[in-house]
């Protein structure tokens, strides 16, 4: 099935990249292995992915433990909300956190990552559809955001992140996604230190197509890699 699922996928996606004029290469899929088991995560690797997220801290540091001989050639993106007291058990296991969204977040970062001696790529998670159940920062936010979060030596801002509402005609992101990538070039044109602006993580399994037409150069797709999560089952 997965292997199936990711064949879709990969089409999906280098048709989109083909419409777009945009090369293959600039689109990175991350595979959402979140509340999916290990024995799933490794058929993906056979099947040639390397990019995984995860939403939440334990889950993803039990399964990079299970993962350990692999760790080399994999790369983890937390992908979900944080939270302070947990920064120091993923901060150089991860090759990016998508999801910061405060300065006191950031700050923790910028304190686990000196401690030790690494630089963090994290992105500033937007709220661009300004929908009040979800995470992240107003647009108007976020150059005094990332501003300030670039005098933190140990980190570095690449780009934007954001979760766009959840809508049975993916079509109606798309004003979503065109905004997060002006606000991106917004900042870019700055030219910021420590803040490069290269990266747009955009579009799940509902509408990734449309957020590669908009530019996204990651995509974070779960349930079209792994079928349908039951959160029924989690707790045992
Ligand atoms: C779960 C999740 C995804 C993947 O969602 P699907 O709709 O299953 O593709 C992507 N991004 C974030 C932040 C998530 O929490």
Not at 24 to 39: D, Y
Not at 144 to 150: H, Q, T
Request: overall charge negative; proline content about 1%; charged content about 30%.
């Amino acid at each position: 099935m997965i292997q199936e699922n990711l064949f879709q996928v990969e089409q999906k996606i280098e048709e989109a990249c083909k419409r777009a004029g945009r090369k293959r290469e600039e689109v990175t899929l991350i595979a959402v292995s979140k509340t999916k088991p290990v024995s799933m995560i490794e058929e993906a690797i056979q099947y040639g992915i390397k990019d995984f997220g995860e939403n939440k801290v334990q889950e993803l540091v039990e399964k990079i433990g299970y993962l350990e001989e692999k760790e080399e050639t994999l790369r983890w993106h937390l992908i979900g909300h944080l939270q302070r007291n947990k920064v120091k058990y993923i901060v150089d296991k991860v090759c990016m956190i998508h999801s910061v969204d405060s300065i006191r977040l950031a700050e923790q970062i910028q304190e686990e990552a000196k401690k030790k001696h690494i630089i963090v790529d994290i992105l500033a998670e937007v709220n661009i559809a300004k929908e009040n159940t979800k995470f992240g920062l107003q647009e108007e936010e976020v150059s005094f955001f990332i501003e300030n979060v670039a005098k933190f030596d140990n980190i570095r801002v690449r780009g934007l992140m954001t979760v766009a509402p959840f809508v049975e005609n993916p079509e109606k992101n798309r004003v979503f996604f065109e905004k997060l990538r002006k606000l991106n070039i917004d900042i870019k044109s700055k030219n910021i230190d420590n803040v490069t602006m290269d990266v747009l993580s955009m579009g799940m399994t509902g509408d990734y197509e449309v957020a590669i037409e908009e530019g996204a150069t990651m995509v974070r797709v779960g349930t079209g890699i792994f079928g349908y999560r039951n959160y029924a089952n989690l707790e045992s």
